[in-house]
Nanobody, 110 residues
């Protein structure tokens, strides 16, 4: 079971940092992914960490984005800095294509 844990409040102010942690079953070689669903753009891929440790970022978010993972890849994190109202979304983490966490709503509001 893929478990998303908030590492901060669900309500953020502009310029603050969004931090999320995902816990997944150990031993899977599937990719670990962050995805969000926004009203303006629908589903949007944020980034990926592979089982071997390679990390890939959505170019539109790369300058503000940090994704990391433990060596065993049983936990991986999302950090998005300098958030704006456009970052308000339901955020998901996923193990491969088929196993997604529950979504967590993050609102950025002044």
């Amino acid at each position: 079971q893929v478990q998303l844990q908030e590492s901060g409040p669900g309500l953020l102010r502009p310029s603050q940092t969004l931090s999320l942690t995902c816990i997944v079953p150990g031993g899977s070689a599937d990719t670990r992914d962050w995805i969000r669903q926004t009203t303006g753009k629908g589903l949007e891929w944020i980034g990926t960490v592979t089982y071997s440790g390679n990390i890939y970022y959505n170019p539109s978010l790369q300058s503000r984005l940090t994704i990391s993972a433990t060596t065993s890849k049983d936990q991986f994190t999302l950090q998005l800095t300098s958030v704006t109202l456009e970052d308000s979304a339901v955020y998901y983490c996923a193990l491969g294509l088929h196993f997604w966490s529950r979504g967590t709503l993050v609102n950025v509001s002044s």
